[in-house]
């Protein structure tokens, strides 16, 4: 039975493939429910109207034309008003093999039926035959949706009646035997063509939705990997901005704000460097495997770049629970990564912030946790901290400060200070050190360490201490030609070609010789750009300024500083003469100092010199020069100048003097 059904839709439903034919199958029965009721109400039609024809209105109750004209009658009633749609395929399936085979079986009982009345009532076949063929066409045109069906009616009950006219001995007869047979020969060739372009339809039908499904599924994978970190499968940055930018909740001051932290894996551009990307990829993976794990039923975990982790609760946290979070991302870095048979050990930092009152905006939101990510690393490694009110304000001042600093107002605002640095045998001072001090009508006192590094990060420290230097070298025009000036060089200044020009033509304005200028520079700044600082350095020195190598003994490379570079001044850090007092140790130490400068041919500075006892014991121990409070605490020009002209009719300034305000 399944081998016969198989065969019948291979005939009735011609395909390339069986995803076609159920496609064809589908479609045919959804056209056909409108038509099936034509092919039964014209065979019902046609029946009745040749038996009336033949046998008048003698009509039986059980004959075989009463039956099946009951059968029509109520398959025509069924298809209008019971018959209802489904979507089950092998219903659909077996109801249309079930049709072919009925019209088949109707065809044939019909031709049967028709063959027997020409001979029973030869008088009647025109008749008779024009009935059939009515009943042919009109069952033809009934399924013509269903073109293999449609062919059965005009091969079956078509064909014989045509055959049977043509072989009458009336040559009219046979002229329309004829006609009629080339007539079902054209009607069955539009039957082909009909079923071949439904072929055709239904395969382009297919064939644009295997497109457009191939389109869906490139525009969900574009989408997926749009929204998808690739290495990691975790959310990316543009999916973390729209989840934030649809969800952030605004809690109160007392809390209950959305939740964001970031955070920045410690040690991971070591263990990167040291074993490769491969190592570096397998702690990134780790890592986001962790958190997925710890937070990902209840938060988006997302990666922002590099080694920057984000986790978003977008209904907030309690205080507890912020905590809790806080110490397990930091636990889950601290476990050892396993790789290659090594263990791969990092840190991870943290900055978390609740959504508040304070967080206008996505931006904000988003920066606040990341000046809370900075706050934590500046505290201590492998910790994280959480964005507070006090961090707010400190923010605010930060942006004002940058706001005052870009409009120019910040210069306005500033002043310089001197500090004398003395010769430790005559007690003379043979240079004051120019410092910055600003006080803002807004801000209150704002200090260097604020606003250099402001500055910097906004890169307007070259226009800023370029100002400054000016500021100073018109102070220093009064000067007497025993007294120079001595001023701090920024890193980025310092690290940025063309600076030693620049400097050049801010002091070629204020007409100062350069053998009365001294820069200070400072390790950190040789460290940003080792070559760099030395072209520039090279090209001051051969314009006639004194080179002084700032805070000695305070980083990493001082030594090496000494052997490659070469400086008229060093100043030794002040921390070398906190202790050196009460220390054996310090003073083996700051001894060995002086005496590594004197060995590369630089004069020796005593910085942050506090009392009489500091300043006698740096004087015996060789020191050339002494710089502190109790020289001389930072003040205006005017006052220096005052201070000096008192202690000049003295043979040695008294300690202490300069401090007088």
């Keep these: 039975m399944a081998v016969l059904m198989q065969w019948a839709l291979r005939y009735l439903f011609p395909a390339r493939s069986s995803r076609e034919q159920r496609e064809q199958i589908i479609g045919t029965f959804a056209n056909l429910r409108k038509q099936i009721p034509l092919l039964y109400g014209v065979s019902l039609v046609n029946l009745v109207g040749m038996h009336l024809a033949t046998n008048g209105s003698h009509l039986d109750w059980f004959s075989p034309v009463t039956v099946l004209s009951f059968v029509l009658l109520w398959r ?27 019209t088949a079986l109707l065809c044939i009982g019909f031709s049967l039926w028709a063959q027997s009345l020409i001979t029973q009532y030869p008088e009647q076949s025109l008749t008779i035959i024009l009935y059939s063929l009515l009943a042919a066409l009109g069952a033809a045109y009934g399924l013509s949706s269903f073109p293999r069906a449609a062919l059965l009616p005009l091969v079956i009950l078509g064909m014989p009646l045509a055959i049977r006219l043509f072989l009458f001995d009336d040559q009219s007869a046979q002229g329309i035997g004829i006609s009629l047979f080339l007539v079902l020969i054209l009607f069955m060739w539009l039957l082909q063509v009909h079923s071949r372009a439904l072929s055709e339809l239904v395969s382009g039908q297919l064939a644009i939705a295997r497109e457009r499904n191939r389109a ?47 955070c920045d894996l410690d040690g991971f551009k070591a263990a990167n460097d040291a074993f490769g990307h491969a190592a570096g990829d397998a702690i990134l993976k780790e890592f986001a495997d962790r958190l997925t794990e710890a937070f990902a039923d209840k938060a988006l975990v997302a990666r922002l770049g590099g080694d920057e982790f984000s986790i978003f609760w977008k209904d907030g946290l309690s205080g507890l629970e912020i905590e809790e979070v806080g110490d397990r991302i930091c636990e889950l870095a601290a476990e050892p990564v396993d790789w290659d ?18 967080t206008w905006s996505d931006g904000e939101f988003f920066r606040q946790a990341d000046s809370a990510l900075y706050k934590a690393k500046e505290s201590l490694r492998g910790h994280w901290h959480l964005y507070d009110q006090p961090q707010f304000q400190a923010d605010q001042r930060r942006a004002r400060i940058e706001k005052l600093i870009l409009s120019g107002d910040a210069v306005d605002q500033m002043h310089v200070v001197f500090q004398p640095i003395v010769n430790v045998e005559t007690g003379q001072p043979e240079y004051a050190e120019a410092l910055a001090r600003w006080d803002s009508p807004d801000l209150g006192v704002v200090g260097p360490s604020e606003f250099i590094r402001i500055a910097e990060k906004l890169g307007v420290i070259d226009r800023l201490n370029e100002c400054l230097l000016g500021k100073a070298l018109s102070e220093a025009a009064d000067w007497p030609s025993t007294l120079s000036l001595s001023f701090n060089l920024s890193a980025m200044q310092l690290s940025r070609p063309a600076a030693a020009e620049r400097i050049q033509r801010v002091v070629d304005a204020y007409s100062q010789p350069p053998d009365r200028i001294q820069f200070e520079v400072t390790e950190t700044v040789l460290l940003t750009d080792l070559g760099q600082a030395e072209r520039e350095l090279r090209k001051l020195t051969d314009s006639g300024f004194t080179i002084a190598l700032d805070d000695f003994g305070s980083g990493y490379a001082s030594v090496s500083y000494l052997r490659e570079l070469s400086f008229d001044t060093v100043k030794l850090d002040g921390s070398l003469i906190d202790n050196v007092l009460h220390s054996e140790r310090s003073r083996q130490i700051l001894l060995g100092m002086v005496d590594l400068c004197h060995a590369a041919g630089a004069r020796c500075v005593a910085e942050h010199v506090e009392t009489y006892e500091q300043f006698a014991l740096a004087r015996s121990m060789g020191c050339d020069y002494a710089q502190g409070f109790c020289l001389g605490k930072p003040t205006t020009s005017a006052k220096m100048l005052a201070a000096l002209d008192l202690g000049s009719k003295q043979t040695r300034l008294p300690f202490g003097h300069f401090a007088k305000d």
């Design 341 to 358: 048979g090594k263990e791969l050990s990092v840190g991870v930092s943290c900055g978390l912030t609740e959504a508040g009152p304070f």
């Design 76 to 102: 025509m009633v069924y298809w209008i008003g019971f018959q209802k749609p489904t979507r089950e395929f092998r219903e659909i399936r077996r109801e249309l093999v079930q049709m072919a085979v009925f």
């Design 216 to 262: 869906v599924a490139a525009e969900t994978h574009a989408i997926k990997r749009a929204d998808e970190d690739v290495l990691t499968g975790l959310a990316n940055r543009g999916r973390l901005v729209r989840e934030i930018r649809h969800h952030l909740v605004r809690g109160p001051a007392s809390g209950g704000g959305s939740v964001l932290a970031i």
